[in-house]
């Protein structure tokens, strides 16, 4: 979970790798390095964030056309200068860097060891940019060729790129279960975890697939060949991506402008799929497995984190809506138990950024076991859409708080809209129903534009509870989910303990925590389940317990009870997830801010889990 970026050509390196370092920081943020080829390798590296590396290399020398830059979330190796990248071979004539984790790193430490190496951190990265040197002194192979047969004896997953004193026109690169995407510029050529630092020079792109090696020379340019020393064709794509989605745009911090922007991106999850007049939704992606949809005998949903609670929307949407049997399994465990998967079950994989790591190998091994597929994802052109049979994109844009907000709704708002299709095509809805949804769905965006302006008040609720310890959040039916994922976001980014619960399991446990320091927070909208809520929440009056409630607009009955609520749009229960986990977000955002956390990056956090 590292940023990596490179330039070469003639523009000067250093200011766009330290641009594209900033676009990375919320892939990690432990320490930060670049290395420039000047006459010799230059090395500049701090620990913390990229402005502290700003501010030790303004005092040096920092000119060159070709350079490599990392921005690193420590997985070997506490966050020092020693343990930063790049790292060099023992002759500090190749400096690498590496996203990723290099599982059989002892083994082949102890080899390197054993032939003379001297190892100056504690990180894995640094074995292979040795094994790159030593394949090399024994071979006489070219760089590339070293590279592509050193990657041969590694296990595990990495996207790197090599810088080379003796190749002053060359930079290679690789991936494998990390991403990796390289720009196409005139003359010159760029290199990142992803397209945020590539977009202002270019929009031509090429994806680099698993076991893949890239040879950019700047007379020649891309070569590709596998490890396996097959020779692949590049394969160019245009980005869709817009240099103004990744500013700030006059907002305090990332995660306020995309909760702000929800609006917009849930319309765009849905541009182009429904039209309420005619009663119609349409989604392209599913067309050619909608046989295998409409007999699946059950679909599993497999994700991690915040995809995981939208996931767990899902389940209440397509066994109500498509009469379906739906499990949801956590992808980190899914992958390492042995489960049934059965000729007729479909496997719909969840993931913000398309490059998660344990919800690939989940992909992996459904696709192995002859399950159907299906991905839904944010991030065009990335590993989960490429590694499913098929999908649909949520459009949300970029996404670059840590703390994931407008990617969760735009998931929701997808996965509602493929429950619907689902459905409908198999006849548990008919077309009136439809119509009905479809026009519900389509007042979402303003709704949430609503719900929004409950900020002020939010923030007062925020004051009172931001020097508590623990929270426990209760929800009920569909927003039992949002529960889980108002409490998720709390802990994430204001460091207080918290907890979601479904609110007739509290007496089965979490009661014994409630006193008067303890504050609830209650999704208590208009539901089937609305008269049991209110059962709750005097219960946890009983007890002393503080009750801050999420109501529906023009409620009477939970307000008398609670100390402080938050007034939403009605709307249909199916759809209350989009609207109740709003202010949710607002909370968790106001609160740290109080708590003085950092919002957008919080500790031991990073955007895109592309390690185990």
Known sequence: MCGIVAYIGSREAYPILIKGLERLEYRGYDSAGVALLQSEIKVFKKSGKVQELKDYASKYDTSGNIGIGHTRWATHGEPNEVNAHPHFSSDNKIALIHNGIIENYAVLKEELVKRGYEFHSETDTEVLVHLIEEVQKNTKLSLFDAVRVALNEVTGAYAIVVLSEDNPQQLIAARKGSPLVIGMGKDEFFVASDATPIIEYTNNVVYVDDEEVVLIDLKDGLSIKTIANQEKTPYVQ???????????????????????????????????????????????????????????????????????????????????IAR???????????????????????????????????????????????????????VVGSSIPRATHAGAYTHAGPEIGVASTKAFTAQVTVLTQMALWLGYTKGTINQAKLARYLVELEAIPSKVEEALKTDVEVEKMARIIADSENALYLGRGYNFPVALEGALKLKEISYIHAEGYPAAEMKHGPIALIDENMPVVVLAT???????????????????????????????????????????????????????????????????????????????????????
Not at 251 to 269: A, C, G, N, T, V
């Open 238 to 320: 245009e980005l869709e991506m817009k240099l103004e989605t990744l500013e700030k745009g006059g907002y305090e911090h990332f995660m306020l402008k995309e909760i702000y922007e929800q609006p917009r991106s849930i319309y765009d999850s849905m541009r182009g799929r429904i039209d309420s007049k005619r009663g119609d939704i349409y989604l392209g992606g599913m067309l050619e497995y909608k046989n295998i949809l409409t007999q699946a005998n059950r679909i599993i949903f497999t994700a991690c984190g915040t995809s995981w609670h939208a996931a767990l929307v899902a389940e209440y949407l397509f066994e109500d």
């Open 324 to 378: 379906v049997p739906v499990e949801v399994e956590y992808a980190s465990e899914f992958r390492y138990r042995n489960p049934v998967i059965n000729q007729g079950d479909v496997v719909i994989a969840i993931s913000q950024s398309g490059e998660t790591a344990d919800t690939l190998a989940a992909i992996e091994l459904a696709k192995q076991k002859g399950a159907t597929v299906l991905g839904v994802c944010n």
């Open 526 to 612: 208009k539901n089937a389940q609305y008269e049991k809520m209110i059962s709750n929440i005097q219960e946890v009056k009983a007890r002393k317990g503080k009750v801050f409630a999420i109501v529906t607009k023009g409620d009477v009955a939970v307000k008398e009870m609670a100390d402080r609520w938050i007034e939403i749009p009605d709307c249909p229960e199916e759809l209350s997830p989009l609207i109740s986990s709003i202010p949710l977000q607002l909370l968790s955002y106001h609160v740290a801010l109080m708590r003085g956390c950092n919002v957008d990056q919080p500790r031991n956090l990073a955007k895109s889990v592309t390690v185990e």
